[in-house]
């Protein structure tokens, strides 16, 4: 940590803050330049949270050396993570697709989606039983009943499941069904909820909030490893901007800076990114190429029915084309699909 | 709504949209331009939330005309809303000043810091029971027990207690203890708690989310208004730009668009806006003059010991000064402090 | 400036980092942590522009801790800087009204404009005879015809000029008829322009960038100032952020991040900031109490035949009507208008 | 286009809209719904900009229907555009690698990083002899020496060269060292540079502004096509959003999205986007992959001698690395290096 002086701070203040830090257990290093002074601490940034050395008198601004998080980064685990849901192995060479409808709205629908995306190569079931929608009069999910429906899926298929929860009282029901348990961008600020999940035994996939920089999002798997989770998979979805041609700005550089800086995997999701199916097929293919560790990828058989999200959907045919072309990219980038 | 049908749309595309428009009970008005052919649509918009118009062949994109929200805006209710918090009228002429420290961390210093605000003019006591923090390692708030000292507070003060809730499982709790619930910017979307603080009778404080446009706000009040609680006070407390100068960027304008746009009263939140003290003087004086009908400042008797957010938070006697500038501005605009 | 060297930096990369510092004329202050290793340098940040330490072996990032303007910043002049045209006084006292139809279209209707804003008070009057239009179909202005027409509505009224130029080749031109150059946002890093003006004795009205942070805007005015010339106004014009329901995001809190970090005086444009009339009127009261040194209002005597942002000029008897609400907002705050 | 008229527009209001409308010489389609009254306008959407619908009494908002550009959409031109500099074709079905130093700062390194990336298989030379720099004391490029430099450097290898020009007296100039000539981030909306580019007959890179929208970036495109020039290259470069781990976020999407509306060629810059070398492998892998036609890379023999952007510079061997492994993703998708 670096705490920089104003202009005109005093001797008294400089000598004022580096005593506070010394209380504080740092070790300090003054160095006084032709305009300002400025103080290099080092210790433990975690205890300074608690105290506020940034109001003391005198003191511009803080500039921190490390990073604010420990078990998401490098520092203390160099080894990329595998996750592994059954024999599935999220982080390893081979790229994962996770496919199927946004919302599961009935079982002879969603199974029919399900064989079909299982036929194409995916090997993870998505599908949403609790939907956060930003109007209070959408469709908000057959909640439980979805969860079935997924579940007979599975049997069927031999598919994984992927679901998102929404709520701290539903983490239990969820993860009774889910194979993966995901964390939606618009809760990946919902403290509470990651606590809930990072004190369960299932893979968490945590979806990057809209307006949430790379090190907040690192920050909230923080939260999920720290209750002992260590299984968190990162997903890109678009980041908010001014750009209104797509419905979010997919952050593809998220890719190669979360392998810079994190051991964790990270997957795509270019439906939600794009909110139009037409752009999913070149995205996909600029993801793998560019890093990523596999894709999420909304699939529904009857899209013009759907009852949330069916203009970012493929139909099954169109998927099962896309994974075709999938393959070759994958194999270019030194990888298997 | 508005079709818009693309260049290349065949007669057999636009009739079957026609049809699908009129079987959902929409009446329809096909223009046929030079170059592209559109539907206008009309109808009640919720109606297409669960239909996919936009997938058919042949379908451009979609324009709504009507605003997706109801009982926050102002087609059904015209006149400015004023919530009530006992003998506190927000969103009438007086303009309401809430104030108290981010976090309750003992009952000495925040019931000290209670008398001054008090003493200064503010009528609302804010206070941090359950702190939503980006760092898993900051300190979370003392939960049951800073809402008791938040009660010792109101008894000794007589005024009125705003505190936030992170969970679900937390709302009977919080509501029995404050005047207003706190929604804060991070689970502005966070759709299952914004139900369960509209099923209580305590009015509810709005933060923005930090990337929220305003009419994602202006639905999130209509997921509160829409389970039966009206007393919805919005709080503009700063979006996430590009710029840095700043911890947030104040959006000042939100204030004249909400007036525009919905009866809800608004305030400011000057001081996690600019993420610094130095600021909160001049944008709460803009605020007034601008046409908020309160504010929320933070305010803490020993900044430099506070456990979280102490760079933002005035002095009690900076607050003094504050209240007794801010008199002046209010009268300026008509209003009166 | 401070070097942080990465984790796994040898000591033959940090000595020679060190060494390429001394050798630039810098003193070193190495900190060794118990996991990087930091490097104080203590020197004109302006060297190291032309030569790349961050490309070194082992070098994870620079900090800069000195501003990177000199002449904008406060470092060397704390006095604020009073802009004179005429007897006018940009930066003083007194709140400066600049006022006038976005484009200048015909005689009759500038000329009986200008009349109306100086009889209401304002003191500068604008008119643009050179328009940046985002089409080139749209109306680009009277050019030299449009200077004449400014000047001639000069000695009708006596009112000072503020104009724009988007040429370097039209500089001597424009400077011949103005009081005040404006360079406008899409302009503020056309750095060949800036040097232009800077060459010139009339002071100029700097318009932030859309895009730009108040750091490049403080470098956009370094450069005017660099060529000689010290009289720039920053004006505050609205940001491009997420939200669309005004035309830009006007960033009210630039008035105090401003006037902490330069001398310059700043005045606001709510015209252009929020793209509509309606809320001109609050958010010239507003950054009147935030604490602007002026305002720049689009008028307009028949807006709906403006050739171009009639939408968001006022009509002369509602600017006249927003005059006189503005002296008691900017008495409030102890200035007069 | 569609007129939307408020809530509370009067009959007399609606009728004098559609007036205004058929006086201009389109053809109106009033519909009125339950709550508001729409109009559609039949006509050309360029007679709109000169004259103000949005200002009349009643008027809620205008909904634009047809884009804005015409020269460089799809309307008139289905064929994609290839730009040929010679006998290189960009555009084409082969991915095309422009590479060199941002600036150039002396002949042997500049001819000797030329030979470099010719032998690594790029076929156009970039070098900057006029740099828009932030900073008023950073090197702001040779100039006519800097041409001259890389008119020997293509003599030397037969490489065509790509160079900025920066201000209109500049570009006969420029336009006779250059075989395309690029236009900045910075001056994507110097309208008066783009007509004056638009004159020649020389290829044009247009550089999106770092925070224009797809359609402003059209629309600069058809300000250099309305002149008379077709050979316009779109290069995506990264925009600014609220994440500070890449300098600016690559907008990958812009790929799909360009060749959905234009039917001009676009190529991405991997190296001012991400900021830093390390990241322009895996985006330059994804730029092809996603569809790119081409891309251009910073390529400097000694970059921690470089006088500008040292540190997004590739080193040759890191290039020729590359580009070798750039050729199997260009064939996955059915296209050459």
């Known amino acids: 940590m670096i705490i920089v002086m104003n202009q005109n701070a005093t001797k008294e203040q400089i000598d004022s803050v580096e005593k506070k830090l010394l209380d504080l257990g740092f070790k300090t290093h003054p160095i006084v330049g032709d305009v300002k002074t400025i103080i290099g601490a080092i ?52 790229v994962i697709v996770m496919a199927g409808p946004c919302a599961i709205e009935n079982e002879e629908i969603y199974v029919e989606t399900a064989k079909r995306v299982k036929a194409a190569g995916a090997k993870i079931l998505r599908g949403g039983a609790f939907k956060p929608r930003t109007s209070p009069y959408a469709f908000q999910g057959l909640e439980e009943d979805g969860l079935k429906i997924m579940a007979t899926a599975r049997e069927v298929t031999g598919l994984k499941l992927v679901t998102e929860v929404v709520d701290t009282r539903d983490v239990d029901l969820v993860a009774s069904y889910a194979d993966i348990i995901q964390i939606g961008a618009r809760n990946m600020q919902n403290f509470r909820l990651l606590k ?64 810079e800086l994190s051991h964790l995997p990270i997957v795509l999701d ?18 793998i190429a560019t890093g990523a560790d596999g894709l999420i990828i ?9 009852l949330c999200d069916g203009q970012q959907s493929l139909i099954p045919s169109r998927f099962e084309q896309l994974m075709k072309e999938l393959e070759p990219v994958a194999l270019a980038v030194g990888r298997k699909l």
């Open 270 to 287: 270019p439906s939600h990114a794009a909110g139009t199916w037409k752009y999913v097929d070149p995205l996909a293919k600029g993801a």
């Open 43 to 94: 210790g433990d940034r975690r205890l300074l949270n608690t105290h506020s050395i940034s109001t003391m008198p005198g003191v511009e601004s803080l500039v921190p050396i490390m990073k604010p998080y420990k078990l998401a980064g490098k520092e203390l685990k160099h080894d990329p993570t595998i996750v592994t849901v059954g024999d599935v192995r999220v982080g390893d060479n081979e």
């Open 196 to 259: 809930e999940v990072g004190m369960h035994k299932k893979p968490v996939l945590l979806k990057r909030g809209v307006s949430a920089t790379i090190e907040e999002w690192l920050m909230a798997a923080e939260y999920i490893i720290s209750e002992g989770n260590p299984d968190v998979i990162l997903c890109e979805r678009g980041i908010r901007t001014f750009e209104t041609a797509t419905r979010n700005t997919i952050d593809m550089s998220a890719i190669p800076v979360v392998k």
């Open 298 to 306: 909304e699939v529904h058989s009857q899209p013009d029915c759907a």
